[in-house]
């Protein structure tokens, strides 16, 4: 079983920056690809960002450019920093990795980033 630790949302007002953070812990195996989503009320969860094991990035259209995902391996660990933010950019801020052989994935709790206009 993995377990997801995310951190760092909060308030921000527009133009500010955020960096989140999200940890996985437990066994199950390698963390393979770790991505980000977001979701607001009574809408689907919306991809947002995701790196492989590699290092290979891939970004929504609305954040290309202000969003940067990156991960530290050694501490199995997966940042979003995000810079000129909007407020619609509010939203909860879901991680989710893959994991082992079997690629299982798993899902952080959630943390919520609000950017007032």
């Known amino acids: 079983q993995v377990q997801l630790a995310e951190s760092g949302g909060g308030l921000v007002q527009a133009g500010g920056s955020l960096r989140l953070s999200c940890a996985a812990s437990g066994s199950g195996g390698s963390i393979n690809a770790m991505s980000w989503y977001r979701q607001t009320p009574g809408k689907p969860r919306d991809f947002v960002a995701r790196i492989s094991s590699g290092g290979s990035r891939t970004y929504a259209d609305s954040v290309k450019g202000r969003f940067t995902i990156f991960r530290v391996n050694a501490k199995n660990t997966v940042y979003l920093q995000m810079n000129s933010l909007k407020p619609e950019d509010t939203a909860v801020y879901y991680c989710?990795?893959?994991?082992?052989?079997?690629?299982?994935?798993?899902w952080g709790q959630g943390t919520q980033v609000t950017v007032s206009s």
């Open positions: 989710l990795s893959y994991v082992g052989d079997s690629n299982t994935g798993y």
